[in-house]
Nanobody, 124 residues
């Protein structure tokens, strides 16, 4: 069992940066692949970035590649999403998710645990 709590969302101007954090509570965190998803109003939840259990592999949606970076700290049970050069279309609720297999996944249904989400709003 893993509980996830996101933080770090907020309002930022286009071109700015934010760093999201996801604190994980559970003894097996280090065995889980982790991911970030987002959902904008009226749209489906979409994959943003994922990272394997040891951080050795990362994958990104094309829309964020080169701007966002996912990382993890298995000692402090935290996953991060550094978001640079933000655009208004990045506005969404961002969710952290845990997959109880070691390898990174892209699909919603591959993830087993979800946080409550944190709002990111990018103004133009």
């Amino acid at each position: 069992q893993v509980q996830l709590v996101e933080s770090g969302g907020g309002l930022v101007q286009a071109g700015g940066s934010l760093r999201l954090s996801c604190a994980a509570f559970g003894r097996t965190f280090r065995n889980y692949a982790m991911g970030w998803f987002r959902q904008a109003p009226g749209k489906e939840r979409e994959f943003v970035a994922g990272i394997s259990w040891n951080g050795g592999m990362t994958v990104y949606a094309d829309s964020v590649k080169g701007r966002f970076t996912i990382s993890r700290d298995n000692i402090n049970y935290t996953v991060y999403l550094q978001m640079n050069r933000l655009k208004p279309e990045d506005t969404a609720v961002y969710y952290c998710a845990a997959d109880d297999t070691p390898q990174v996944a892209r699909r919603n249904d591959e993830y087993d645990y979800w946080g409550q989400g944190t709002q990111v709003t990018v103004s133009s």
